[in-house]
């Protein structure tokens, strides 16, 4: 299903093209910083997420990060690894980091067009709505535990209740 309404049938749009039209058919705050750039920001209910994208052109791959602002206290950093790590097992496609200098919460995620293949809408649609939805979705456990004092175990129930229970 194409979401954003325009034909490409006529030329092959660049991924950030792609990026670009179903941002702003989600009304979503959009900033192309350049041919091969995009930023945007993309409201939850926890959170406002910011996405960058950008078309790197030697592997041929449209990479993309959602973040979010987390400043965990120091003693809780231990924990909140251990969260991040039983988050990212149970992901298949990307994966979060902690930018703890830039006090940032990072979905990480490629998608290679290898062999001058080129993006789809739909598959630039599934990237962008399962950034937001893995932040949506874990932004509880890594709260809980960053500023609440849950365990890691803890966490995960709570995040993994709530995810079934919202659907």
Known sequence: MNTTGREYAAYEPS?????????????????????????MAAEGAWRTYSLSLAW???????RMVCTFEIAPPEDRLAELYKVIE?????????????WRDQGLMAFRYGLPLHG?????????DAMLKGAVE????????????AYEGATAEEAMAAALLEAAGSA
């Open 56 to 62: 790197f052109d030697p592997s041929e791959t449209l």
């Open 116 to 124: 001058g293949a080129g993006a789809t809408p739909e598959q630039v």
């Open 15 to 39: 991924p950030i093209d792609i990026v670009e039209d179903i941002a702003e058919a989600r009304s979503w705050d959009v900033d192309r910083l350049g041919d091969d750039q995009i930023a």
């Open 134 to 145: 893995n932040c949506e979705c874990y932004f509880p456990a890594f709260y809980l535990v």
């Open 86 to 98: 039983a988050v990212n097992d149970r992901l298949w496609d990307g994966g979060f980091n902690l």
